[in-house]
T-cell receptor
Framework: GAGVSQTPSNKVTEKGKYVELRCDPISGHTALYWYRQSLGQGPEFLIYFQGTGAADDSGLPNDRFFAVRPEGSVSTLKIQRTERGDSAVYLC????????????FGQGTRLTVV | QQQVKQSPQSLIVQKGGISIINCAYENTAFDYFPWYQQFPGKGPALLIA?????SEKKEGRFTISFNKSAKQFSLHIMDSQPGDSATYFC??????????FGAGTILRVKS
């Protein structure tokens, strides 16, 4: 695709449920990042993949959060036992191997936990 | 720990005026400083970026000024237009790694 695609755009879930958020990066981009943006704040780093492996997962807030990128392209962010405090916009970004500091963001998934 | 501090939180500028947003950082290992523009309901979009080996970079109406010794950098928007109304984020990173964002500045350009 032309840009980073995230699905769904919006997700409403009940407290305690499990959710999966999907990210399709720009074709050929080897680096993929997940960020979380709370209302009125800047994005906060969650996890970074280079290829299939998680190069840096230091931003994951706790063990309820997990992300995978099994084939080095699409990534899924998984949140178990969701809490109301998990409500935020989850942003995905990708960048190319040759310019892996210029990150292109998707439009985000707005997660609301009720 | 807030590694990148951004100010002001909000800014109102008249059409044709200059918008100035400032950021300060703490980590001297940062070597990449981008500015992102974000419209409501959209993801951040890269506007302009600078590396610490230069003190200024200009692209059209947008200029980054960088002061390595003071650990500060700023975004100047010349001839501000209503279409520039958005939230602006500064960020910083060590090469190839995660971006650390400021808290954002809501810019409103009055026509």
């Amino acid at each position: 695709g032309a840009g980073v695609s995230q699905t769904p755009s919006n997700k409403v879930t009940e407290k305690g449920k499990y959710v999966e958020l999907r990210c399709d990066p720009i074709s050929g981009h080897t680096a993929l990042y997940w960020y979380r943006q709370s209302l009125g704040q800047g994005p906060e780093f969650l996890i970074y993949f280079q290829g299939t492996g998680a190069a840096d997962d230091s931003g994951l807030p706790n063990d309820r959060f997990f992300a995978v990128r099994p084939e080095g392209s699409v990534s899924t962010l998984k949140i178990q036992r969701t809490e109301r405090g998990d409500s935020a916009v989850y942003l995905c970004a990708s960048s190319s191997r040759d310019s892996n500091t210029e990150a292109f963001f998707g439009q985000g998934t707005r997660l609301t936990v009720v | 720990q807030q590694q990148v501090k951004q100010s002001p939180q909000s800014l109102i500028v008249q059409k044709g005026g200059i918008s100035i947003i400032n950021c300060a950082y703490e980590n001297t290992a940062f070597d990449y400083f981008p500015w992102y523009q974000q419209f409501p309901g959209k993801g951040p979009a890269l506007l302009i970026a600078i590396r610490p080996d230069v003190s200024e970079k200009k692209e059209g109406r947008f200029t980054i000024s960088f002061n390595k010794s003071a650990k500060q950098f700023s975004l100047h928007i010349m001839d501000s237009q209503p279409g520039d109304s958005a939230t602006y984020f500064c960020a910083a990173s060590e090469y190839g790694n995660k971006l650390v964002f400021g808290a954002g500045t809501i810019l409103r350009v009055k026509s």
